[in-house]
């Protein structure tokens, strides 16, 4: 409702097209959302009469982040609902009026009133696209004023959704395909909008559900959780059950005494001949909340089973309700761990179930779910997979949405061209230098299906061509060349956003096609440059031309020292 109000407030959505783009999922992005140092630029180039100068910004980030070769780029679709939305209110005006130098004139201030986004030109690379350092993720040409007023939003927007997708894609790698990954952030996250962030994009980043209920109804994502550890020890004893029937899955009849069922079982596991010994006198309070939990959810009966004791109470508890909900046509989904050595408990878990299927003749019950959670991380995943485990799912929290291992991904946004003329940004750190100039983009794929090479041109050079060699050059280092003989060639840059316009542009893709699109772009990947340890780095470069004219802009543009 916030947001819609927004939107309203801000007016139309989208200058002279025919297509409605909604405001920002956080109501918060706002064109106030930027620094102060944007708004006193804007004056400068309006007082110099400079702001409707034509000037070309391109988005990008110098390394790729967790010590890997690789990052995801997200946050696109929520660039484009801000510019689709960019309109100062009264209230914003009047605020920045009184926050800058009593010197500045009211005309400046008439200029934001008039100002929106129908003569901005947003080209990126689609969102949920495996991108690498040096490439533009997004081309932003429009006003020099404006587009700096476009800056901060930008960067903020990208930087955090890039880096926790790149991470979520990361976790997905080293539990691989078959595991099922649940994103249980919500309460470490940096407060609100990091949580409901990072229950979207690490969706797109491969995970497959989420236990935030506001992510869940915002985008769409599947929601998945059970209960805590406070739920098991509210119980004191059985007794505290006063409704015990419940009702077949098939509805032809009622168990009176679903409680009893649950001990009779219980009494059943006990005295088996390949379980006998293995534990005596569960946690009668564990049973109880057990009893209650699968009374309420028996079509999907989940416990946390290491509240007390998980081999001598936990998993015999849960396989006592689960076989009573057996017999009335239900199936459990299986249990939580979340505390101990997860390798070996899960091993013994298993054990424990494939027992009672044999014992019992319970067609699949060896199989059931097992899920861990406990402050995992890449790291604890992949030292599980090196112990052998058990394990069917991961509920990852802290670790993955605060992206402990990296705090920033250092998305820079850097002035490449005004007025048509190329301008360079030069450091002693050659990190720091920039590609000056219009780019187009293209990814070359090699014989075997993987990407090559990523190479970077002049807007006006002619694309690199399927079966054509081309010269791929090191934008900064003269030995580090390559020829490459593309069996397949893609441009990166697509235009989003053409304000008066919308005429050949990108539609905004729906999520779950963002996601399809990631995981496919990381199967495209060739292994070296996935693998956890010393990955290979991706080459990324410029043609021939594009290199000799950095060096010629590099060298114009550098001071000349003297000696004495």
């Not at 180039?45 to 400079?50: I, P, S």
């Not at 006006?460 to 061509?465: I, S």
């Amino acid at each position: 409702m916030e947001k819609t109000m927004k939107a309203k407030e801000n007016g139309p959505t989208e200058q002279n097209t025919s297509r409605v783009i909604d405001g920002p999922t956080n109501p918060m992005v706002t064109p106030l959302l930027t620094d102060l140092y944007q708004f006193t630029m804007a004056y400068a180039y309006w007082k110099a009469g400079k702001h409707q100068e034509r000037a070309v910004f391109d988005l990008y980030f110098r390394k790729n982040p967790f010590g890997g070769e690789f990052t995801v780029f997200a946050g696109l679709e929520e660039c484009i609902k801000f510019i689709a939305n960019f309109k100062f209110t009264e209230e914003e005006i009047k605020f920045i009026q009184q926050t800058l130098p009593p010197s500045c004139e009211d005309g400046f201030f008439d200029y934001l009133r008039g100002i929106d986004c129908s003569d901005v030109e947003v080209y990126a690379i689609p969102e949920g696209t495996v991108v690498f350092p040096k490439v533009p993720l997004l081309r932003i040409e429009g006003p020099v004023a404006l587009v700096q007023l476009l800056e901060t939003p930008f960067v903020n927007l990208v930087n955090y959704a890039s880096l926790v997708t790149t991470n979520a894609a990361r976790h997905r790698f080293v539990a691989g395909k078959s595991k099922l990954l649940l994103e249980f952030g919500l309460r470490r996250a940096q407060g609100p909008d990091g949580a409901i962030g990072a229950s979207k994009y690490c969706y797109i980043g491969g995970f497959d559900a989420t236990s935030n209920v506001a992510a869940g109804r915002l985008f769409g994502i599947p929601l998945r959780g059970t209960h805590s550890h406070a739920f098991v020890s509210s119980y004191m004893s059985l007794d505290e059950i006063i409704d015990k029937s419940l009702r077949k899955r098939d509805g032809s009849s009622t168990c009176e005494d679903f409680v009893s069922l649950v001990q009779s079982w219980l009494s059943k596991i006990q005295w088996s001949n390949s379980l006998r010994g293995i534990f005596g006198e569960t946690n009668q309070s564990e049973l109880a909340a057990f009893t209650s939990y699968a009374l309420a959810f028996p079509d999907s009966f989940l416990a946390l089973v290491d509240t007390y004791d998980v081999m001598r109470s936990g998993v015999p508890n849960f396989c006592a309700v689960a076989l009573a909900l057996e017999d009335l046509g239900y199936k459990a989904n299986g249990i939580r761990l979340d505390s101990g050595d997860l390798a070996y408990l899960s091993c013994e878990a298993r054990k424990f179930f494939c027992s009672i299927e044999k014992e019992f003749k319970v067609p699949g019950f060896g199989k059931m779910s097992i899920t861990a959670s406990n402050d995992l991380n890449e790291e604890t995943i992949d030292a599980l997979n090196k112990q052998g485990h058990e394990l069917d799912a991961y509920g990852i929290g802290t670790y993955l949405v605060t992206c402990y291992a990296q705090a920033a991904l250092g998305v820079v946004f850097k002035l490449v061209e005004i007025n048509n003329q190329p301008r360079i940004k030069l450091s002693e750190d050659v990190s720091k230098v920039s590609i000056p100039c219009k780019k187009r983009c293209y990814r070359l794929y090699g014989k075997e299906g993987y990407s090559l090479v990523d190479i970077m041109t002049g807007e006006n050079e002619p694309p690199p061509k399927v079966g054509e060699r081309i010269l791929c050059r090191h934008p900064f280092q003269e030995s580090k060349r390559a020829y490459v003989v593309p069996q397949r060639v893609e441009e990166l840059l697509r235009c989003y956003w053409r304000g008066s316009s919308d005429k050949e542009r990108e539609p905004l893709p729906a999520l779950k096609d963002i996601r399809e699109r990631c995981i496919k772009q990381l199967e495209q990947m060739r292994p070296d440059h996935m693998r956890r340890l010393n990955p290979t780095p991706y080459k990324v470069s410029v043609s021939a031309k594009l290199y000799d004219f950095i060096h010629f802009l590099w060298l114009n543009e550098a001071p000349v020292g003297e000696l004495q």
